[in-house]
């Protein structure tokens, strides 16, 4: 019994002894993946001529870190001023393109063409603001050498002038202020030679109907104070509801970011207009030159009222077809600038 009760006893404990735990083998290294790197090669546009050869380009490159190596090679030409295609008659890259989306091999040759010197578009903006806002004062103040010299440095007893001039002047101001800190500006530069383009028909339009408000025979509008109040509050309304969509559009985009949302209306009811219309800062801009047009019953503002519409028309429907183009899913209720009429 003793041996049978030691062997019982063996058997147990040699269930009970742990048995070695085997350490896992360790895991082979990964394999690095194998970049394949570009050779891009740079052409002239005009002479066909190699202007530098990029060996080892990352294929993540963007066509901005491509345009920063020519610049190294090629200092007087800043990325903003060049514009770089894959055919010279295709359109320029866009700078946030990647060079390994592009229909191109690892050899990918571009063509270059300058643009030509270039400006921010805050400046450009700027500018087109400031020169009507003292050219409009020039005039309303009477300085020598614009009217009779007897009537220098005089005022007109027409209320509704004094009213023009500080509509005139809060615009423009408006403006100036939603450059400084309201707009986030997509487009980098605009060519040097435009702001003269530019510049040249805000100035001179201001001038124009600058010259006729503040005339010292102008004369108040038929219906006077009720056709000056009903201007005014179409102006006034339509300046506030401008301001409203630019806060909503700037609301919309995040500081650097180029990416592409749909505007939708907001709480505030200026911006309820977006079910109706792509692009109302347009619209809201068009009704304060009417409202000014019914408030001083000028022909010449009139005429700046008809050409800003038919401009405003132009950028509205290419941003409305790029609104469709980009969003498969974009209200097709909205017409571009005027509800239900384009």
């Known amino acids: 019994m003793d041996i049978l009760a030691l062997e019982a006893k063996n058997v147990n404990g040699a269930e009970t002894e742990k048995k070695p735990t085997q350490r896992p083998k360790p895991k082979a290294p990964k394999k690095a993946k194998r970049i394949v790197y570009f050779e891009v090669e740079i052409v002239d546009l005009k002479t066909k001529e190699k202007l530098l050869l990029l060996d080892k380009v990352e294929p993540t490159s963007t066509v901005l870190d491509i345009k920063s190596l020519f610049h ?130 805000y100035w001179c339009s201001a001038a124009w109907m600058a010259y006729y408000i503040n005339h010292p025979l102008y004369t108040p509008p038929f219906y006077r104070q009720q056709q000056v109040n009903l201007g005014l509050y179409i102006f006034l309304f339509c300046q506030v509801g401008n301001f409203s969509i630019h806060v909503a559009l700037r609301n919309l985009k995040l500081p650097g970011s180029k990416a592409k949302k749909i505007p939708y209306p907001t709480k505030n009811p200026f911006t309820w207009i977006f079910w109706l219309v792509s692009c109302p800062n347009y619209t809201y801009e068009l009704g304060s030159w009417i409202g000014f047009t019914v408030m001083t019953q000028c022909v010449p503002v009139a005429f700046f009222t008809l050409v800003a519409l038919i401009q405003m028309t132009v950028w509205a429907r290419g941003k409305h077809r790029s609104y469709l183009k980009e969003f498969r899913d974009y209200p097709t209720l909205r017409s571009s600038i005027l509800p239900f009429i384009m």
């Open 72 to 201: 190294k090679s090629y200092p007087k030409w800043y990325p903003a001023r060049q514009s770089l295609r894959l055919d010279p008659k295709a359109k320029s890259l866009r700078d946030e393109e990647i060079l390994q989306t592009l229909p191109v091999g690892t050899t990918a040759s571009f063509y270059f063409s300058d643009l030509g010197p270039q400006l921010t578009w805050g400046t450009v903006f700027l500018t087109e603001c400031v020169g009507p806002l003292i050219i409009y004062l020039m005039f309303y103040f009477r300085l020598p050498f614009i009217y009779s010299p007897k009537y220098d440095f005089t005022s007109s007893k027409n209320w509704v002038v004094h009213l023009a001039c500080m509509c005139h002047s809060f615009h423009y101001i408006k403006r100036i202020l939603e450059t400084m800190f309201v707009h986030r500006i997509s487009h980098g530069t605009m060519p040097l030679r435009n702001i003269f383009k530019n510049c040249g028909y």
